[in-house]
């Protein structure tokens, strides 16, 4: 993986959720692809990376191919974009005369006024025997249009289901044969298909705990493909090619769009095929002429565009359980390319991070619940949550550098401070900056004493009868240390999500081999509630922290069925590797909290309702 990819790539992956199935990308300038990547898995298993033959269903980017099809037609002087569809289509028929009156040109430039989207078999799971076109007719033939043709634009998919048709029965091929013979594979884009002619070796992704998407709304929805032979379609738009003449080029480029709102910013820059032909956003400095598609099905998101002034094609798809906005991500992500590949600088309203104060505000920031990290690239700044395992949450959108302070998508603003050698982040809150976190910074090695614990698990052994808190909330804890931030240990206390009743990870850093104490100064809340650690022995079978007293699981004893003994001070713990079968029966007075291996409470008899559930291995809490 080259720097620049491998640069992009970090970023990118600061923003996905933990758990998301996969995203890709790739980005040619002059048309050379000079970054592509592909995060993630197949499926959603780790055992199957999502590498670079990977395929992402497009979606509606499927609308370019499409118009490419018919525009192909119209240079080949077999069809007409503005002689009606139902001369080329002698089955369709409508109870609406207006019918007869629609264009390729309507079809292509969502000005058609037919219905929107057909959505049965819209995604099917298997294509075997089944009449598509046929459906379609059937169908139009029970639907009125909602406009005259022409009258105006708006979005609809039906029409490229009929663009679709007339190719196939204008060639005499199936759509699919004649995208494989004059489009992709004459392109040598081998992994862009339609059903049913999916390339065996460019596997689909498909999304955690889905079904295949097998997309029959073909020409208007239904091709799947890599990032990079995505944009080895885009750069024929650039620089021409036998695919199609430039006429057809231009044509397609046009504002074609039709509104009769004086005021409406958008209506009018359809083109053929593509959602807009004068795209600009307020935050990159794109130039003029950039055409812009955008795709969505069921379980992918993705973003096409051409962008003329600087002589590039850019992409990306995700399945959106990764969470990433593909279209500012994108974006993003080409503006660091354009000032790391080729030294411009596209932003607007934002100036590039100087480079000293990059590698100042950039690591890892501390509060005594989290660890943040922040990265400053490009004129962005991201924030993102951690673990000492390595996991990342995004926590915000990526902050923009105005040249004094970074500036959220909502408004929110990030700043920095510094303090007696410390380094403090803030952010608004109700209009007002308020501490944040503090920077981390390494310290000396840790002792022995202390290597030796860290991944040691610790279990609570004085919950009593009735504190709700514990094991609910304290059930157990672990030590941890981030490989990159040397003499800062991490009490990591298990749970689900973040926050109160989730994960907690308090920093400490050691005082003698068996006492450890929170030494953040961050002013306000995010300063409050600091862990301290006191082990009472020198194999650290007990320790106090929280203000709970927790136990070495290691030197537990093996459940044997014991029940309920005399209530002392601590409660008597026992480790369990077997499904129990059953529980012991809880006295009044008493309580049994089953804690599971990662330390997460599964059953308590003072708060849970129903039966325990049946696990292999935990262990066993009678206060």
Known sequence: MDGLTSKLSKMLALGIRPGGTAVSYAMAVGGKIIASDTLGTLNGMADSPAGPSATFNIGS????????????????????????????LPRLWMPDERYKKITLRHCLSHSSGLPGTMWKAFTLAGTEGYDYYGAVYDYLSRSV???????????????????EMVVSEVTGEKFEDY???????PLGAHSTRVVPNYEPDHPMVVKKGFSPEVMFIRGCGGYTSTMPDLCLFGDQFLHGGAMLSDASRAEMAKHQGVSFLKKDGRGNDYGLGWDNVAFHHPYYDLGSGVLYKSGRTLQFGTKFFIIPKYDAV???SATDDTGVDVLETLLRLFALAMLEHEGVSIYNGAVPVPKDMAEDISGVYLTPLNIMRFTAYGANCTVTLEDADGTSWPIFGAFRYDGEKFIGLDGM?????????????????????????????????VS?????????????????????????????FVLREIPDLPGTMFVKVPGKGHGMMGVTEAPVRPIDDCRAAGFLRTPTNPGRDHA??????????????????????????????????EQGARDAVFRFDHALGGL????????LSVISEDLVCVWDSLTSKGECPQIERGFLIFA
């Open 179 to 185: 995208s494989l013979n004059y489009i992709t594979e």
């Open 61 to 88: 980017v499927s609308k370019i191919y499409c118009t490419t099809a018919v525009m192909q037609l119209v240079d080949r002087g077999l069809v007409d974009l503005d002689r009606p569809v139902c001369e080329y």
């Open 532 to 565: 301290d650690l006191f082990f009472d022995s020198p194999d650290a079978e007990f320790c106090t922290c929280f203000s709970y007293t927790f136990r070495d699981v290691d030197t537990l004893p093996e459940y044997k069925g014991e029940g309920f003994g």
């Open 314 to 316: 850019i992409a990306m």
């Open 145 to 163: 249009l909602k406009a005259e043709p022409g009258e105006f634009s708006v979005y609809c998919n039906d029409g490229f289901n009929l663009a």
């Open 584 to 591: 012991p029966q809880v006295p009044a007075g008493r309580r």
């Open 448 to 476: 022995g004493a202390w290597k030796s614990r860290i991944g040691k698990r610790y279990v609570v052994c004085d919950a009593g009868p009735r504190d709700l808190l514990a094991p609910v909330m304290f059930g157990g």
């Open 413 to 445: 603003v990030l700043d920095f401070e510094k303090n007696g050698g410390d380094l403090f982040s803030l952010n608004t809150v109700d209009g007002l900056l308020n501490p944040m976190a503090q920077k981390a910074v390494p310290q000396k090695e």
